[in-house]
């Protein structure tokens, strides 16, 4: 230890890259961040790189303050009452705060074959495969993607409009998340590209097997590549390391973010729950829970109270292949409206979000920067 109060951030996607720039901004601090890549990962455009329109990464050194120091390793274990993380790669880490921003990933399945036969489109190795495994297939051999979600529903149209034959198999209704009126023009982006949608109570898949997808009742569908976004799952870190979580193995904090087992760490992002203040995981929380996160910390190093977190939502944002697309609505605290903007501006504002969001990480290295 160097004098300075030294902070670990564990993950550096959205809420894990915030958060540190946010630390790093402030004297006395020396702030590390452990993550298994060198280079950050935008998961918001993985559908892109499947399709090979954006390849979804970028520098840290572009993203993230110079004062942060990368440590491009896994954290294997947290120990909380000594302080210190194990490494993958061997070693460890004192800390006095950690910043817990492991995020998340696909979720297992839990339908047979699903784990062995099928890809996944939410993290980067799981989107290069899923592009090679498109790539030894020819364009008239039928895809499946399973789960219509944002992630389903802009995989498949991204797909689809790169000419192959996609079927969407939604589990029950299309779009879950989004309002009633929404969905409609999501339905005719889809129809328009050609996807063909399976809907209702026995669209829900039960088997996978190499090039099939056995549905409820019994219906078999061809397919040569099958990928399941239905649902994200949390790596097992916290529960691992013995800290408390809830079933999906998110780290369970109060309202500060502050892990409920112990005031030195701070959640942010997917991986983090406030049962009491609950949110949908995305990027949108993820980049106001990272500055949360580092605000707590800051508080508590300077003896104040920590502030409970407060969170704005503007609506969802889904490309439907790169010419179309559909924005959802929403009142501040998430909840869907029947308010959209859809077709060619709809792609616009998705588009504009991903930059600003991008411009969003970059100025607040350059802030990071020049301390205060
Ligand atoms: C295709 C797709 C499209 C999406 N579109 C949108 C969208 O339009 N809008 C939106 O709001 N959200 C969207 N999302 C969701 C959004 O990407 C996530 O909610 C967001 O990335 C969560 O940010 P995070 O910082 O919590 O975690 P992540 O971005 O998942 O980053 C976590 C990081 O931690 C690292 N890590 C994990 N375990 C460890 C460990 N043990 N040690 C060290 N590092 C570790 C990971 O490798 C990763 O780099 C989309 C997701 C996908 C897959």
Redesign the pocket.
Do not use: W
């Given at each position: 230890m160097n004098g300075k109060t030294e902070v670990v951030v564990?993950?550096?996607?959205?809420?894990?890259v915030t958060a540190a720039n946010r630390l790093a901004r402030r004297d006395g601090m020396s702030v590390t961040l452990?993550?298994?890549?060198a280079d950050f990962?935008e998961?918001?455009r993985?559908?892109q790189l499947v399709t090979g329109s954006d390849d979804a990464v970028e520098d840290f050194r572009k993203i993230m303050g110079a004062q942060v120091r990368l440590v491009i390793?896994?954290?294997?274990r947290i120990d909380a009452a000594g302080r210190q993380v194990s490494l993958a790669g061997g070693g460890s880490l004192s800390y006095d705060y950690l910043v817990y921003?492991?995020?998340?990933?696909a979720v297992g399945p839990g339908v047979p074959g699903a784990a062995e036969f099928t890809h996944r489109?939410?993290?980067l190795e799981g989107a290069e495969r899923l592009r090679s495994a498109l790539a030894a297939t020819s364009a008239s051999e039928p895809v499946t993607v399973v789960g219509a979600g944002?992630?389903g529903l802009?995989?498949a149209a991204e797909l689809a409009e790169a000419g192959r034959r996609v079927t969407l198999v939604c589990g029950d209704v299309l779009g879950p998340s989004l309002h009633a009126r929404v969905r409609r023009p999501v339905a005719r982006r889809l129809t328009e590209l050609g996807v063909a949608v399976l809907e209702g109570p026995s669209a829900r898949v039960t088997e996978v097997t190499p090039d099939r997808v056995r549905l409820d009742g019994g219906r078999e569908l061809p397919s040569a590549v099958t990928i399941w976004t239905a649902g994200?799952g949390v790596?097992d870190?916290a529960a691992r390391s013995g800290l408390s979580t809830d079933a999906e193995g998110r780290l369970i904090t109060d309202t500060t973010l502050t892990s409920v087992d112990d005031e030195r760490i701070v959640a942010?992002?997917?991986?983090g729950v406030m049962p009491d203040h609950p949110f949908r995981?995305?990027?949108?929380?993820?980049v106001q829970l990272?500055p949360a996160a580092a605000d707590t910390i800051l508080r508590r190093i300077a003896g104040k109270k920590a502030a409970p977190v407060r969170m704005f939502f503007a609506g969802?944002?889904?490309s439907l292949g790169r010419d179309e697309g559909v924005t959802q609505f929403s009142y501040p605290d998430d909840k869907v409206n029947a308010l959209r903007i859809s077709g060619r501006p709809g792609a616009g504002v998705?588009e504009i979000?991903c930059r600003f969001t991008l411009n969003k990480l970059v100025s607040g290295a350059r802030k990071a920067g020049s301390r205060s």
């Open positions: 564990v993950g550096g996607g959205y809420g894990g452990v993550n298994p890549r990962v998961r918001i993985l559908h390793d896994t954290v294997t921003a492991v995020g998340s990933g489109v939410s993290d944002p992630t802009e995989t994200f790596p870190l942010a992002g997917d991986a995981m995305s990027c949108q929380a993820a990272g969802q944002c889904l998705k979000a």
